[in-house]
């Protein structure tokens, strides 16, 4: 069973940057494909990003394109979501999650191709 814990949230300017990380448990994070995802609040949870078994794919949502970008350190078996350029409407709660086999493939950006998920952690920008 893997665990994974989320943290690095806090409150940021507009403008600013923030690094979330995902700490990985109970497996290694390069045997799963990684997603990052939010939900405001009265909002549907969203893709933000992912990153495959293989580092050299990512993909993101076209509203965080550019901004922000989603890395892996296995020796940490950890997962981080590095954000610029924050606006106000990235305000939400953001949550790492690992698709085990069978891999979910091009379903990277559906909620329901994840297996498992971290608690989450609150980011909130401010104007």
């Known amino acids: 069973q893997v665990q994974l814990v989320e943290s690095g949230g806090g409150l940021v300017q507009a403008g600013g940057s923030l690094r979330l990380s995902c700490a990985a448990s109970?497996?290694?994070?390069?045997?799963?494909?990684m997603g990052w995802f939010r939900q405001a609040p009265g909002r549907a949870r969203e893709f933000v990003g992912a990153?495959?078994?293989?580092?050299?794919?990512?993909y993101y949502a076209d509203s965080v394109k550019g901004r922000f970008t989603i890395s892996r350190d296995n020796a940490k078996n950890t997962v981080y979501l590095q954000m610029n350029s924050l606006k106000p409407e990235d305000t939400a709660v953001y949550f790492c999650a690992a698709d085990r086999p069978p891999y979910s493939g091009g379903n990277y950006y559906r909620d329901w191709a994840y297996d498992y998920w971290g608690q989450g952690t609150q980011v909130t920008v401010s104007s």
């Open positions: 109970g497996g290694t994070v390069s045997s799963y494909g």
């Open positions: 990153i495959m078994r293989s580092a050299d794919n990512t």
